[in-house]
């Protein structure tokens, strides 16, 4: 019985089991199928209307144009550059003096005036150096003086015994030739008497014997005579000699003074040495660079502060390969910073490198660039400040402001003729592709010039650069677009979309 029971109680809680399970499910499935279809209606109402709103999107997408009135443009043929600015000039402060620093008075940035102080240097060492110069300069010349007068009196004491010796010597000239002519006088005169004993038939031996004795006096005067020329001549060939050395002597004694002019140079270079221990700014204008610091030893010749002058600005720019040709001195030109904004500064070209230097600085102290040419355009402002950044525009043929059209909008029929695409306004609000006529100048840029034609200033111009958009073609408002306010003759402006 129990086991029955048993048993009975398990079918019944399996029958109330199955039967919960054929009864309630059903039941909760055909409300989840319910919601899942109507789900999916939704959804695909959904999709349906986004596809037919992007597909209505994509066409009106498609058709759109975009049109802008057609202006006056500067044609101006010109080269946009990039640069710095710099001073006109900059002076580079350095100092002879090999001394230490001792004070540094400016900053980089500070303003000058000329005169400023800017650098001191320890002079103690060069003063101690000039003293010890101008001693031995004073020795060396006490010294170079007394051998000069030496000298000199040499030579004075040469030409006196030059004199001495030549007066004596024709002294002995002398009276060797008055004895000559003394015989010279009495063989004449015994040869005359000679003769006249002769005519008168008397004896003549006493006076034979004279003459002889006076021809024999004679040849002993004339060699006497000749013996005191030869002395006197080479009396005067040794004491020119003597004399030529003396002078020789003086003459050299400038040449042999070298020691004292070598530290005469000496002394004039450490008083300029000294002199430039105190460095002061040779012009007015803007410290850019300080090199040294206090406690260094300058060295020499070295910089150590740049100014710029400031009361004149010049912007250093960049020029490439292809430009550097172009650009001229004396060409207009216009400068923008950050700093000014909009305001379009005037210049004008005036100097061009035209040399390609191969060590290359851009940071606007040189006029080396990244291209290695560069050009120099001096600016009217001066309030702005040494290595700004800005950009250029130099103007290399002045065409005005002339009415212009893109060129790549520019179309051509079969005859050749230029034309191009206006939308001009319907009554209904819609607008229509208008063709007009254009005659074309010189290209600059982007642009091309129109120099006649159909065309206006105002007209409607169609950018369609793959013209794709055919003449007479309709636009709707919703087609049609605008970076400017469009006329208010049917067009859209940018606000209305």
């Not at 980089?108 to 101008?134: M, N, Y």
């Not at 003729?417 to 600059?444: C, F």
């Amino acid at each position: 019985m129990e086991d029955n029971n048993v048993k009975e109680k398990k079918h019944f809680f399996h029958k109330k089991e199955k039967k919960t399970e054929v009864a309630e499910v059903p039941k909760k499935k055909k409300k989840v199928w319910l919601i899942v279809l109507v789900i999916a209606a939704i959804v695909i109402v959904l999709i349906g209307t986004a596809v037919k709103n992007m597909t209505s999107q994509i066409e009106t997408a498609a058709n759109t144009v975009e049109v802008e009135p057609v202006e006056k443009r500067d044609l101006s043929d010109s080269v946009s550059l990039k640069g710095t600015i710099a001073g006109q000039s900059k002076t580079n402060v350095m100092s002879l003096a090999a001394a230490e620093i001792t004070a540094v008075n400016v900053q980089v940035g500070d303003i000058v005036k000329e005169g400023d102080p800017l650098v001191t240097l320890d002079q103690k060492d060069i003063e101690k150096q000039i003293a010890e110069l101008k001693t031995n300069i004073n020795n060396a010349n006490a010294i170079a003086a007394n051998d000069a007068t030496q000298k000199q009196e040499s030579l004075v004491q040469n030409k006196q015994d030059q004199q001495d010796s030549l007066e004596a010597a024709q002294k002995a000239i002398d009276e060797a030739q008055s004895d000559v002519d003394k015989y010279k006088k009495k063989v004449a005169e015994c040869g005359d008497y000679i003769y006249y004993l002769k005519n008168n038939h008397e004896d003549t031996s006493e006076y034979d014997a004279k003459l002889e004795g006076f021809k024999s006096s004679l040849e002993a005067a004339q060699k006497a005579l000749d013996t005191a020329n030869d002395n006197y001549a080479s009396v005067l060939k040794s004491t020119d000699r003597s004399v030529a050395s003396a002078q020789n002597t003086v003459d050299m004694q400038k040449y042999q003074t070298s020691t004292t002019r070598d530290l005469k140079d000496q002394l004039e270079q450490l008083q300029k040495q000294l002199a430039d221990c105190t460095l002061s700014a040779p012009i007015g204008g803007v410290v850019t660079a300080v090199n040294v610091s206090v406690g260094d030893k300058n060295t020499a010749g070295t910089t150590m502060i740049t100014i710029e002058d400031t009361s004149s600005l010049k912007v250093i720019v960049n020029v490439e390969e292809a430009d550097i040709l172009k650009i001229q001195e004396g060409m207009p030109a216009t400068v923008s910073t950050d700093a000014t904004g909009d305001e379009e500064i005037k210049g004008t070209v005036t100097r061009v490198v035209r040399v390609k230097n191969q060590s290359t600085n851009t940071n606007g102290t040189d006029t080396n660039t990244s291209s290695g040419y560069s050009a120099e355009i001096t600016i009217d402002n001066t309030e702005l400040l040494v290595g700004m950044s800005a950009k250029a525009k130099i103007v290399i043929k002045d065409r005005g402001t002339q009415l212009a059209v893109p060129y790549d909008l520019i179309r051509q029929d079969d005859n050749g003729d230029s034309y191009v695409l206006v939308a001009e306004a319907n009554e209904d609000g819609t607008a229509t592709a208008v063709r007009k006529n254009i005659k074309v100048g010189e290209e600059v840029d982007y642009y091309t010039e129109v120099t006649g034609g159909d065309l206006k200033e105002g007209d409607q111009l169609i950018y369609d650069n793959t013209f794709s958009v055919t003449e007479g073609q309709v636009f709707t408002p919703e087609q049609i677009y605008s970076n400017q306010a469009l006329d208010t003759e049917g067009m859209m402006s940018t606000e209305a979309e």
